[in-house]
């Protein structure tokens, strides 16, 4: 069995999560001492400013997993490697676990 898919990468997360607080800060601080106008602009701003990765209010998966499980004899084979297209974080694991001890 293989397969692919796309997750959230945590890095990626992180820092998002970061620069959202940020501009909540500041939409916070400029809440009530700028005009409806300038606010609204401001969380347009924001909103366009924290990339494509956002959709709906969520970060979206940049990180591609691609992974595959198999039995060859006696053996488990696991191989999973995960790459992210933003920040190039990269993860890889391959484990072999034998299935069987012969005993029972």
Known sequence: MSADGYAVCPRCLAAAEKKLAEQAEILANGYGT??????????????????????????????REDYEFYVRGNTLHVDYGAQCRVCNLTFNLNQEHTIWDGKS
Do not use: C, H, R
């Open 34 to 63: 700028v005009s409806v106008d300038e606010y609204n602009e401001a969380v347009k701003a924001v909103n366009e400013g924290l990339g494509p990765e956002f959709e709906e209010g969520e970060y979206t998966g940049t990180m």
